[in-house]
């Protein structure tokens, strides 16, 4: 069983073009996580949600949107697609974030994102 | 803020060798810190983890960090180089929660490892 999974793998797409990535944890954890890893292989974090409620959220471009209907769940929505969009994005989980210490965050495979 | 610094972003090894793969970090708060390991093609898999216990940390498939705070390092080293070594490792830090930065990850440049025959 896939602990995080994200949908497309792969997602070739043109610019202006709006899209969206979803990401599923089957761990029961509370807390979930989007990456962006750029060509250079640089990670950063773009976005946290704890039950469902925005607690990260880094300077990112009003194009992209989170969503997290349930804790299990947290989609990415990319409006009006750019050329240095194309990244591989990675979502993470962790079963809190809270006062006990950091937990160990579980990331998914990725979605290769290529905006042409 | 936090950061990290892998020294090197590639390592090259014959089978067989040590691997030290370097990482210093700059934490205002005692850090938390993770490496993990990125399979060509995969996400991220974590190796091992420091979180204030003992400063020796064993992870799996031989690795080994040690803490070590007068130099602010967390280097990660494997006696015997394996061919299945051969990936990009990444360094990573967090803060304690509580704080503003509430867990996130801040991550490393990465160091590509590759494994001579």
């Known amino acids: 069983d896939t602990a995080v999974s994200q949908t497309p793998k792969y997602l070739v797409t043109q610019m202006g073009n709006d899209k969206s990535i979803k990401c599923e944890q089957n761990?029961?954890?509370?807390?979930m996580y989007w990456y962006k890893q750029d060509s250079k292989k640089f990670l950063k974090i773009m976005f946290s949600?704890?039950?469902?409620?925005?607690?990260i959220n880094e300077t990112v471009p009003n194009r992209f949107s989170p969503k997290s209907p349930d804790k299990a769940h947290l989609n990415l929505h990319i409006n009006s697609l750019e050329l240095g969009d194309s990244a591989v994005y990675f979502c993470?989980?962790?079963?809190?974030?809270?006062?006990?210490?950091?937990?160990?965050?579980?990331f998914g495979p990725g979605t290769r994102l290529l905006v042409l | 803020a936090q950061s990290v610094t892998q020294l090197g972003s590639h390592v090259s090894v014959s089978e067989g060798a040590l691997v030290l793969l370097r990482c210093n970090y700059s934490?205002?708060?005692?850090?938390?810190l993770f490496w993990y390991v990125q399979y060509p093609n995969q996400g991220l898999q974590l190796l091992l983890k420091?979180?204030?216990?003992?400063?020796l940390v064993k992870g799996i498939n031989g690795f080994e960090a040690e803490f070590k705070k007068s130099e602010t390092s967390f280097h990660l080293t494997k006696p015997s180089a394996h061919m299945s070594d051969a990936a990009e490792y990444f360094c990573a830090v967090s803060d304690l929660a509580g704080g503003t930065s509430y867990g996130k990850l801040t991550f490393g440049q990465g160091t590509i490892l590759t494994v001579h025959p």
């Open positions: 993470a989980s962790s079963p809190d974030y809270g006062l006990a210490g950091v937990k160990t965050q579980y």
């Open positions: 949600y704890n039950n469902k409620e925005l607690i």
């Open positions: 761990l029961g954890h509370d807390t």
């Open positions: 420091y979180t204030s216990a003992a400063t």
């Open positions: 934490s205002s708060v005692p850090p938390y």
